[in-house]
């Protein structure tokens, strides 16, 4: 009686037991390896963080780049290396910002930057900027990790904080007028292009030689005519009053896109203004506008400096159409259409306002504030004629023609 009473009865078997227990632990297992696994959620984790840290890494060795880059760009041209590449790679080396430890080698090129255990590698290019090797960035432990998205190798500025967002500029954009107005010694200047982009930021052309009734009085360079300005000192006199900031700084405020902007207190290093621009500057607009290709009119444009200062203390330039030729002698102190430079009848008007026009009311040509390398009394200068070559700091036939750099948003918005 006892045994048949509970006959009808269900309960679990030994079977559904053993089957409960080896389906608990399949997703047991899937759930460890969702965690902890190669591609589980705290290896992602760490991954991202190492990303994050790598990016910061960069960042701040892209600030430090854009800083020295501008810094290169605001001295003597005579008193740097060639390029802003290798002055950045002279300058950052041995360097610790908040923690981040610099190294660069001159010869190659190559930067380390080390924190916290993360190692980040790249190699600098001629204008400053870094390319950053992000597939031999090392975290702790010796591993590699590869951040999803990868950095511009652009320098990575801060403009001010009410600065929009960076924009792009191309070298398409070379010559295109920017709706740009402002003054200078009351004198209303509104025929502003695009000459040159350097990061975040974008260099600005006058489109016309400056008329001395627009010259700071201040200033104290001497004129002549209407266009012409000299100094009655020395080139480095010339050079000194045309690329002093505070100089020209009423041009960094104005309307631009018809929007009011002011950054003549910009404590911002890259925004700047000047007389004219340097022969470097000159260069590297030139040379991005125009690569290398069989007619005249697209050579590239290459620097050299004399070998020592001359007594002036400045070391001078020479330009060429062949980037190290074997012999100085093959860098010419002035370029000619005679040479494969471009013909006046033809010249861009972006860099030759008045090409072909003997004379222009009475004046040749610009200033380009970098020394020349024939003599010491000369100055660098870009002619009516297509030529590129020097004159007298205290002649009386060329004309200053203002650049200003502002952030690239600005520009765009």
């Given amino acids: ?34 965690v902890v696994g190669d591609n589980g959620i705290l290896t992602r984790s760490r991954e991202a963080k190492d990303t994050t840290n790598i990016k910061k890494i960069q960042e701040e060795a892209d600030l430090e780049a854009a800083d020295l880059v501008a810094e290169y ?13 290798e002055y950045v790679a002279e300058h950052i080396n041995g360097k610790t910002i908040n923690g981040t430890s610099f190294r660069a080698d001159s010869s190659t090129m190559e930067i380390t930057a080390t924190k916290d255990g993360i190692t980040v590698r790249g190699t600098i290019q001629p204008n400053g900027s870094i390319a950053w090797d992000d597939a031999n960035s090392t975290v702790a ?11 511009s190798p652009l320098p990575s500025t801060s403009p001010e904080p009410s600065t929009p967002p960076a924009a792009t500029i191309t070298a398409a954009n070379y010559g295109d007028t920017v709706n740009y107005s402002t003054t200078l010694n009351g004198q209303t200047l509104s025929n502003w292009k695009v000459f040159y982009q350097e990061g975040n930021y974008v260099w600005l ?42 100089n020209w ?45 069989d007619t005249d009119t697209t050579n590239q444009i290459y620097t050299a400096t004399t070998s020592s200062a001359m007594s002036d203390g400045l070391n001078g330039y020479y330009v060429s159409r062949t980037n190290n030729p074997p012999t100085i002698s093959e860098y010419y102190v002035s370029m000619s259409g005679s040479q494969g430079y471009p013909a006046a009848s033809t010249a861009d008007t972006l860099y ?13 040509g610009y200033w380009l504030v970098s020394p020349s390398a024939s003599e010491v009394y000369n100055l660098m200068l870009v002619g009516y004629n297509g030529r590129v070559g020097n004159y007298s700091y205290n002649g ?14 600005v520009v765009l918005n």
Wanted: proline letters at 6%; hydrophobic letters at 35%; glycine letters at 10%.
């Fill in 1 to 34: 009686m006892f045994i048949s009473k509970f006959r009808g009865r269900n309960g679990i078997t030994l079977i559904a037991l053993v089957i409960t227990i080896i389906v608990l632990l399949i997703l047991a297992g899937v759930t460890i390896a969702m």
């Fill in 73 to 85: 760009h605001s001295k003597d041209n005579g008193e740097v290396p060639a390029t802003a590449g």
């Fill in 141 to 151: 432990g010796g591993g590699t990790t590869t951040p999803e998205v990868s950095p």
């Fill in 205 to 246: 052309i006058y489109g016309d030689y400056l008329p001395n009734a627009a010259v700071p009085t201040s200033i104290g360079l001497g004129t002549s005519g209407t266009y012409a300005v000299k100094s009655t000192t020395s080139r480095a006199d010339l050079i000194t009053k045309l690329t002093t900031k505070s």
């Fill in 249 to 293: 700084s009423s041009l960094l405020t104005g309307t631009i896109n018809g929007k009011a902007i002011d950054y003549t207190s910009s404590t911002e290093p890259n925004i700047t203004a000047m007389g004219s621009p340097t022969l470097e500057l000159y260069k590297n607009s030139w040379n991005a506008k125009y690569p290398n290709t």
């Fill in 352 to 364: 030759y306002p008045h090409a072909g026009s003997s004379q222009w009311n009475s004046t040749n």
């Fill in 396 to 409: 009386k036939l060329y004309a200053c023609r203002p650049v200003v750099c502002l952030p690239s948003s």
